[in-house]
């Protein structure tokens, strides 16, 4: 299951942006029904429901106690309103892939597949430059996700070296150290094994949080769930909307499975398990370590085994997640620039391609040194990128591409989705800007309090 999640997401990310728009797929074939040895190739609604999970799961989970504890019951709202707003415009996003065909002998009309990717659905909106945009923020995104994890290491790593060894900049130096082979991944069954670990890993120390924090009940204060503060909670709001981010692999998903018609179901389902697990973590764990919530809640629990085995199983995770994000921006950016043109010097082009990557690994390491706060990164990443890709722009596409077919009150909603996400976007990008000031001027890790 994890094997075929991160092989249907690169593997189709890499072909679909080579595919004409009105080159048919498989599933619109003979009317949509697939061959038998098509067939083999998809996955089923089940698997497609755990797909779903883990595009919107990430390490950003860990960051849920402290967006519960930037806003208490509110981000209890949020959490469910986003999920819900990301749902839909992930629906919509799926809906901008297809068009009504009208048959010429009977006039008849047929839903066919006529776009396969994101991109794709950014070109048929703006033909010269939209699928530049697109795969533009795409890669924005996918770089900023990839500096969480060095963020998180280093995190880590003073956690397991309580003796001061070496200062946060080199931390970050060593990660980098250890994930630069990336650049030379060319193969997708490369990353299988890391996609593995990353997902194990994350299911471990969620569920070694939330059995510790079970223990602790008795010592749970129920009333501190009031306590708000506005600032903060934009700022967990940011948070929230990059833990959803997940419309760049939704088309890929649902391309992928043996009845694509089930994807909204799914989503359903996907979406539902997820905020539920979201919510779970985020208010045991805040109830449990109360102010002292930490950015990544694995370093709250208390010295001793159970804190290094646990850290160590972070570790794990940081290092394997990174491959994901960046192996997709050098498909993106090798696929769809003349980075990699054919030169006539396969060795030169292939240093070039290396010199490239490279490039990419170290300004995740400067941005991962220049802004070393977990949570300010993921709310940083949430009113900027985020809110492009989850709202703003699947909403503006729908609206343009199924004017015709829209009614008035759809039409209106999705108005009203971009321009909150406008507003939402500038302040919460003016207060993570205030935040940031803030967190380099006092050297403080409360990196949302900006009085």
């Not at 019951?73 to 469910?80: G, K, P, Q, R």
């Not at 804190?307 to 950016?333: D, H, R, W």
């Amino acid at each position: 299951m994890v094997k075929e999640l991160f092989s249907n997401v690169c593997e189709r990310f890499h072909l679909y942006e080579r595919l004409p728009a009105d080159v048919e797929t498989g599933d619109e074939q003979d009317g949509g029904e697939c061959s038998e040895d098509q067939s083999r190739d998809k996955i089923s609604s089940s698997n497609a429901f755990w797909n779903i999970c883990n595009s919107i799961q990430g390490v950003a989970i860990l960051a849920m106690p402290y967006v519960i504890k930037g806003g208490g019951w509110w981000s209890i709202v949020a959490l469910v309103i986003v999920a819900a707003i990301s749902n839909y415009t992930g629906q919509i996003l799926i809906k901008c892939h297809y068009d009504e065909m009208e048959n010429e002998e009977d006039g008849s009309t047929t839903i066919v597949r006529t776009r396969t990717s994101y991109a794709e659905v950014g070109e048929a909106i703006w033909p010269q430059y939209g699928r530049r945009i697109i795969l533009l923020v795409q890669v924005l995104e996918l770089l900023f996700m990839a500096t969480l994890y060095p963020i998180v290491s280093v995190s880590v790593l003073h956690i397991l070296f309580p003796v001061k060894i070496f200062p946060s900049g080199v931390w970050i130096l060593v990660f980098g150290l250890i994930v630069y082979p990336n650049v030379f991944l060319k193969k997708l069954y490369h990353i299988s094994l890391m996609s593995t670990v990353t997902v194990v890993s994350a299911a471990f120390v969620t569920a070694v949080i939330i059995m510790y924090c079970f223990t602790s009940v008795a010592t749970w204060k129920v009333g501190q769930m009031s306590i708000i503060s506005a600032k903060e909670f934009i700022s967990a709001i940011g948070v929230i909307i990059a833990s959803y981010s997940s419309q760049m692999y939704l088309s890929v998903i649902e391309a992928s499975m043996r009845e694509p018609q089930k994807v909204g179901t799914v989503m359903n389902l996907g979406y539902t398990a997820m905020t539920l697990l979201k919510i779970g973590i985020g208010v045991v764990a805040y109830m449990t370590f109360g102010d002292s919530t930490l950015q990544v809640v694995a370093l709250n629990l208390p010295p001793g085994v159970l804190l290094t085995m646990v850290n160590i199983v972070v570790l794990f995770l940081a290092l394997s997640s990174y491959t994901l994000p960046m192996f997709t921006a050098f498909e993106i950016l090798e696929n769809d620039s003349s980075i990699t043109e054919s030169t006539g010097d396969v060795d030169k082009g292939m240093k070039r391609r290396v010199l490239v990557r490279t490039g990419l690994v170290l300004v995740t390491l400067l941005m991962a040194i220049s802004v070393p706060h977990f949570c300010l990164v993921l709310s940083f990443i949430g009113c900027f990128t985020g809110c492009f890709l989850e709202i703003i722009f699947p909403c503006a596409f729908y609206c343009i591409l199924k004017w015709d077919k829209i009614n008035t009150f759809e039409l209106v909603f999705n108005i009203l989705l971009i321009v909150g996400s406008l507003l939402f976007m500038g302040i919460g990008m003016y207060f993570s800007g205030l935040a940031m000031v803030h967190a380099f001027k006092y050297n403080t890790k409360e990196v949302w309090s900006v009085d």
